[in-house]
């Protein structure tokens, strides 16, 4: 009999995308995968369109730091979901459960605690977010992407693995990137990713500054779920919602980025050496992770911050024009990054924790 996973984590696709990642290594050495995620959220949309991976679905609460009528209600929600994914798991009996956080899988790490199954989480960035720092006490291990993140958690609890990258980002074509936007061979492009839930104020941004970036640039944009502008067909600019099979060939064809500074993004921006412009998500928004990211990112030389309190169409314009005339200097440094795809450290580890077949 095959050796069995479950994995879960979602929300926004940065807690599912390194999932991806592992579950391709781990079927190639014959395990089983199963997922477990929340009705309507970001994962069920990108597990299902896989078409092989079995999908449950279970009710979660959202966590929130701020005050909202709807955190009376998350507890039951939770609750429900612990009861749901407890049952799941008695039923599908995995060796070991794979949390990648988010709120929806702090169900999933209970129920398999209920169950003594063994738990391995990844937290993507430098300061743990919230639905890892409560699953933690009932994980065997947590991976982290960023050495600096050791410090967070007690004892040896923690490693260091780094990010785990999809193989298939490393295989893209340019060519075909450009055939399926309608663009030329002959100008830049400019990639524009706010996020895998898209970014409001980086859409409205980039589109108030359209026109003189299309002089330099031709311009792929990924605005999120609903945020395309359907008014703003022009040649040389190209909107997505959401790409999934076709991103290895766009992030190919890329010479320079604007993005978010979610950790998975900007590994990935890193191991393809795209030169990056970060405009990471505010304070008011987050616990500021993508503050820390971004700074660490301009750090070590991989790329340029732009704060969004600093966000104009001019400053934008000015930034990609910089980054791109400067872009020999930013790929320079992340050809020296020691940074290494965690696949397979991680995959060891799952192996190792995982429950013996009686
Ligand atoms: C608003 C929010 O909560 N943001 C958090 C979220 O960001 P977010 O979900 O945006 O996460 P990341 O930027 O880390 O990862 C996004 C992932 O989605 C993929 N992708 C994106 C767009 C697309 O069209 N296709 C696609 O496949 C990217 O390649 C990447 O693998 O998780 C990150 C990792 O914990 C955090 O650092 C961010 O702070």
């Not at 999908?55 to 039951?76: E, M, Q, T, V």
């Not at 209970?110 to 738990?119: C, F, Y």
């Not at 589109?207 to 999120?224: K, M, N, P, S």
Request: with cysteine; proline share 5%; aromatic share 6%.
């Amino acid at each position: 009999m095959n050796n069995k996973i479950v994995f879960t984590g979602g929300g926004s696709a940065g807690h599912v995308t390194p999932n991806l990642a592992i579950i391709q290594s781990l079927r190639e050495k014959g395990w089983a995968v199963e997922y477990i995620g929340s009705k309507a959220g970001i994962e069920k949309q990108i597990i299902e369109n896989l078409g092989d991976i079995p999908y449950h679905a279970i009710p979660s609460g959202k966590l929130r730091r701020y005050l909202d009528l709807k955190n009376l209600k998350d507890p039951f929600h939770v609750m429900q979901g612990v009861l749901k994914a407890y049952r799941i798991l008695r039923k599908i009996k995995p060796q070991i459960v794979f949390s990648k956080g988010g709120f929806v899988s702090v169900p999933v790490v209970l129920g398999s605690w209920l169950n003594r199954i063994p738990v391995i989480i990844h937290e993507s960035d430098m300061t743990p977010g919230l639905a890892n720092k409560l699953s933690t006490p009932f994980a065997a291990k947590v991976c982290v992407t960023f050495p600096e993140s050791l410090r967070h958690f007690n004892g040896d609890k923690a490693i260091h693995t780094g990010p785990p990258i999809r193989r298939e980002l490393f295989q893209g074509k340019a060519d075909e990137g450009r055939r399926l936007c309608g663009f030329t061979a002959g100008k830049p492009v400019l990639m524009v990713m706010g996020g895998s839930l898209g970014s409001q104020i980086i859409n409205e941004t980039v589109r108030a500054t359209l026109d003189r970036l299309l002089e330099r640039y031709q311009i792929v944009h990924i605005c999120g779920k609903g945020m395309v502008d359907a008014g703003r067909s022009v040649k040389g600019y190209k909107q997505f919602e959401y790409i999934q099979a076709e991103l290895p060939h766009i992030m190919a064809m890329a010479d320079l980025v604007v993005s978010r500074s979610g950790s998975n993004s900007i590994f990935e921006f890193l191991a393809l050496k795209k030169p990056m412009l970060l405009i990471p998500l505010s304070k008011q928004a987050s616990r500021g992770d993508q503050i820390i990211n971004a700074q660490s990112f301009a750090k070590s030389g991989f790329s340029q911050v732009l704060l969004e309190e600093d966000l104009t169409p001019d400053t934008l314009l000015q930034a990609v024009n910089g980054l791109y005339d400067g872009r020999n200097r930013y790929i320079a440094a992340m050809k020296e990054s020691s940074v290494q795809n965690s696949v397979e450290r991680i995959v060891e580890l799952i192996e190792k924790h995982a429950k013996k077949r009686k």
